[in-house]
């Protein structure tokens, strides 16, 4: 069974995907966000001048508003930081982009064109995407696939769901079969 290529490794638990990407966001983006929106707030209430004090309400909700959109867009920022690096794209570049294209559409620029989630081969550490089924180094596979079209299939399936391939004819690679038993 040639695709099934040997490694005896374990399974890495992979902590949950919310967490993860919660982790993403760096300190000095989290004070910069809270920096943002306290100087937001002293703009709206120490800076600008005092004329009508029956206009208070509406102040409060601007400095709100305008406070929360800064500070969103730190938090952005420092996630696009460091999301760049995890998909070996160039962070100087999409930092620059993000900055300078004016209302946030920097960053839904860089969220259409990114690329996929770098990750390592646990079996010899070549970068792979997180798209790929085989290490292109080693052959170690990254995904369960049906051994007969190599598409990609779910542990559970029996059969494959593209061309009907029994899948216990294959034998589970050696990292996923501590699903199988
Ligand atoms: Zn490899
Ligand atoms: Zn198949």
Request: proline fraction near 6%.
């Amino acid at each position: 069974m040639g695709q099934w290529a040997n490694a005896s490794e374990r399974p890495v638990v992979k902590a949950s995907q919310g967490d993860e990407e919660l982790r993403m966001i760096p300190r000095w983006s989290m004070v910069l966000a809270v920096l943002l929106f306290a100087g937001m707030q002293y703009v709206f209430h120490g800076v600008m001048p005092h004329y009508k004090h029956e206009l208070l309400p509406m102040r409060l909700m601007m400095g709100y508003a305008w406070g929360t959109l800064v500070a969103s867009y730190a938090l952005l920022l420092g996630y696009v930081s460091r999301d760049v690096k995890r998909r070996g794209m160039s962070a100087g570049l999409w930092m620059l982009v993000c900055v300078v294209l004016p209302g946030g559409i920097g960053a839904v620029v860089y969220f259409m064109l990114r690329q996929p989630v770098l990750t390592r081969c646990p079996n010899c550490s070549t970068a792979v995407a997180s798209t790929y089924h085989f290490c292109p180094q080693c052959q170690f596979q990254m995904a369960p696939v049906c051994g007969e079209c190599h598409r990609s299939v779910k542990i559970t399936d029996v059969f494959c769901t593209q061309c009907g391939h029994d899948l216990a004819v294959d034998g589970a690679p050696a990292r996923l079969r501590v699903y199988s038993d």
